[in-house]
């Protein structure tokens, strides 16, 4: 079965702080992906990769950077983190064959709050 | 770009009632769709999902959907709800241009069921 698993599942950090989230799955999958997860918003894709040192922006990439520097681990950078980046943060990947999109598979979250 | 809508946002049945939640899509091509269900405190997991051939596609635990093309829809439906079916379900979709391998996914609607 496959395993995304995100560094934290709960974190706490102050404004202006850079905040680093970690996911690594072990299904050698190449796509990975980050969304955030907010009430009545439903997932919204901040960026993704779709192999290594590859990534594209997604929907709100601003606020945010990313780092994929083996096929694993994905990585998600608040690089100065502001009240409004308080949310759920989900990491997802995916197999990319064919045209379309195959299922993602997703970590457990991590419940974000900036003070 | 494309977008979905899914237009419950809260639901409320009481066992052995009937579901079905609708969701609806804004482009014309070719499409991939997902179910994705989120139980309390657990990571998004895949209930069905539709690529091509027959629109009506079985899932896990009862669920089962049907894509209808003339209408840009794919509401999820079951016969009869258990209270194990409270959850958040987000209906998702992928398209085939660009970067095909984004989901954009709707709001999500909970789902609640009385014992």
């Known amino acids: 079965d496959v395993k995304v698993t995100q560094s934290s599942r709960y974190l706490v950090k102050r404004t202006g702080e850079k905040v680093f989230l970690e996911c690594v799955q072990d299904?050698?999958?190449?796509?990975m992906f980050w969304y955030r997860q907010d009430p009545g918003l439903g997932l919204r894709l901040i960026y993704f990769?779709?192999?290594?040192?590859?990534?594209e922006k997604g929907d709100i990439p601003e606020g945010y950077s990313v780092s994929r520097e083996k096929k694993e681990r994905f990585s998600l950078i608040l690089e100065s983190a502001s009240t409004n980046q308080t949310s759920m943060y989900l990491c997802?990947?995916?197999?990319?064959?064919?045209?379309?999109?195959?299922?993602?598979?997703f970590g457990d979250g991590t419940r974000l709050s900036i003070l | 770009a494309q977008s979905v809508s899914q237009h419950n946002h809260h639901v409320i049945l009481s066992e052995a009632a009937s579901l079905e939640l609708g969701c609806n899509y804004s482009?014309?091509?070719?499409?991939?769709l997902f179910w994705y269900v989120q139980y309390p405190g657990q990571h998004l997991q895949l209930l069905l999902k539709?690529?091509?051939?027959?629109?009506l596609v079985k899932g896990i635990k009862g669920f089962e959907a049907e894509f209808i093309k003339s209408k840009f829809s794919f509401n999820l439906r079951k016969p009869s709800v258990q209270w194990s079916d409270t959850a958040e379900y987000f209906c998702?979709?992928?398209?085939?241009?660009?970067?095909?391998?984004?989901?954009?996914f709707g709001s999500g609607t909970q789902l609640t069921v009385l014992p």
């Open positions: 482009y014309g091509g070719t499409v991939n």
């Open positions: 539709y690529f091509s051939g027959d629109p």
């Open positions: 998702a979709v992928s398209i085939s241009s660009g970067s095909a391998r984004q989901l954009t």
């Open positions: 299904m050698d999958h190449e796509n």
């Open positions: 997802a990947s995916s197999l990319a064959t064919g045209p379309l999109s195959q299922p993602q598979h």
């Open positions: 990769s779709y192999d290594v040192k590859m990534k």
